[in-house]
Protein backbone atom coordinates (compact mmCIF):
# COMPACT_ATOMS: atom_id res chain seq x y z
CA UNK A 1 0.00 0.00 0.00
CA UNK A 2 1.60 3.55 -0.98
CA UNK A 3 2.03 5.75 1.72
CA UNK A 4 -0.84 8.29 0.39
CA UNK A 5 -3.45 5.23 0.78
CA UNK A 6 -2.21 4.85 3.86
CA UNK A 7 -2.57 8.28 5.09
CA UNK A 8 -6.00 8.48 3.40
CA UNK A 9 -6.97 5.40 5.18
CA UNK A 10 -5.92 6.91 8.91
CA UNK A 11 -7.65 10.45 7.85
CA UNK A 12 -10.83 8.72 6.88
CA UNK A 13 -10.66 6.86 10.14
CA UNK A 14 -9.92 9.74 12.64
CA UNK A 15 -12.46 10.68 15.07
CA UNK A 16 -14.75 13.87 14.52
CA UNK A 17 -13.72 16.89 16.68
CA UNK A 18 -17.34 17.94 17.72
CA UNK A 19 -16.10 20.94 19.76
CA UNK A 20 -14.74 22.19 16.32
CA UNK A 21 -16.46 20.81 13.69
CA UNK A 22 -14.52 23.74 11.32
CA UNK A 23 -11.01 22.20 12.06
CA UNK A 24 -10.60 18.52 11.00
CA UNK A 25 -7.39 16.90 11.82
CA UNK A 26 -8.89 14.10 9.38
CA UNK A 27 -9.47 16.57 6.64
CA UNK A 28 -5.49 18.15 7.11
CA UNK A 29 -4.46 14.29 6.74
CA UNK A 30 -6.81 14.18 3.49
CA UNK A 31 -5.53 17.08 2.04
CA UNK A 32 -1.71 16.26 3.05
CA UNK A 33 -2.26 12.89 1.03
CA UNK A 34 -3.65 14.40 -1.83
CA UNK A 35 -1.87 17.35 -2.28
CA UNK A 36 1.51 16.28 -1.67
CA UNK A 37 3.03 14.21 -4.16
CA UNK A 38 3.49 10.12 -3.29
CA UNK A 39 7.23 10.10 -2.96
CA UNK A 40 7.23 12.60 -0.68
CA UNK A 41 4.91 11.13 1.70
CA UNK A 42 7.45 8.82 4.09
CA UNK A 43 6.51 5.57 5.96
CA UNK A 44 7.86 7.35 9.00
CA UNK A 45 5.28 9.60 8.39
CA UNK A 46 2.38 7.36 8.36
CA UNK A 47 4.16 5.45 11.29
CA UNK A 48 3.44 9.00 12.97
CA UNK A 49 0.02 9.23 12.29
CA UNK A 50 -0.63 5.49 13.70
CA UNK A 51 1.52 5.81 16.84
CA UNK A 52 -0.96 9.54 17.72
CA UNK A 53 -4.28 7.04 16.51
CA UNK A 54 -2.98 4.30 18.71
CA UNK A 55 -1.78 6.37 21.93
CA UNK A 56 1.73 4.66 21.59
CA UNK A 57 3.30 7.89 23.69
CA UNK A 58 0.91 7.99 26.34
CA UNK A 59 1.66 4.16 26.80
CA UNK A 60 5.11 4.57 26.41
CA UNK A 61 5.40 7.95 28.26
CA UNK A 62 2.39 7.76 31.37
CA UNK A 63 1.92 11.17 33.27
CA UNK A 64 2.01 10.43 37.25
CA UNK A 65 -1.07 10.99 39.46
CA UNK A 66 0.78 13.93 40.95
CA UNK A 67 0.83 15.44 37.48
CA UNK A 68 -2.76 14.66 36.70
CA UNK A 69 -3.86 16.13 39.92
CA UNK A 70 -2.28 19.36 41.42
CA UNK A 71 -2.23 20.33 44.69
CA UNK A 72 -3.54 23.60 44.29
CA UNK A 73 -7.03 22.40 42.47
CA UNK A 74 -6.79 18.63 42.71
CA UNK A 75 -10.37 18.17 40.38
CA UNK A 76 -9.17 20.66 37.63
CA UNK A 77 -8.17 18.11 34.94
CA UNK A 78 -11.32 15.85 35.88
CA UNK A 79 -13.05 18.79 35.37
CA UNK A 80 -12.20 20.04 32.48
CA UNK A 81 -12.88 16.50 30.92
CA UNK A 82 -16.30 16.77 32.11
CA UNK A 83 -16.53 20.33 30.79
CA UNK A 84 -15.60 19.10 27.32
CA UNK A 85 -17.99 16.05 27.92
CA UNK A 86 -20.71 18.32 28.51
CA UNK A 87 -20.14 20.87 25.81
CA UNK A 88 -19.65 17.93 23.60
CA UNK A 89 -23.17 16.92 24.14
CA UNK A 90 -24.42 20.12 23.78
CA UNK A 91 -25.35 20.78 28.29
CA UNK A 92 -24.07 23.66 29.70
CA UNK A 93 -24.02 25.09 33.32
CA UNK A 94 -26.74 28.03 34.08
CA UNK A 95 -25.31 31.45 35.42
CA UNK A 96 -25.57 30.47 38.88
CA UNK A 97 -24.11 26.84 38.54
CA UNK A 98 -20.90 28.66 37.08
CA UNK A 99 -20.95 31.68 39.86
CA UNK A 100 -21.43 29.13 42.57
CA UNK A 101 -19.06 26.09 40.90
CA UNK A 102 -21.37 23.80 41.00
CA UNK A 103 -20.50 20.95 38.25
CA UNK A 104 -22.92 17.81 37.27
Same mark, same amino acid.
Given at each position: ??? !???? =?? %????? &??? @????????????????????????????????? !???? =?? %????? &??? @????????????????????????????????????????
Amino acid at each position: MSA !SRAL =NR %LASAW &PKD @PLRPHLQFGELLQYIAESTPADKISARTVGAVK !SLES =ND %LMKKY &PLS @PKLRTPASFPKHYDRAVLGNKNAALGKGRSFLQVVFGIYK
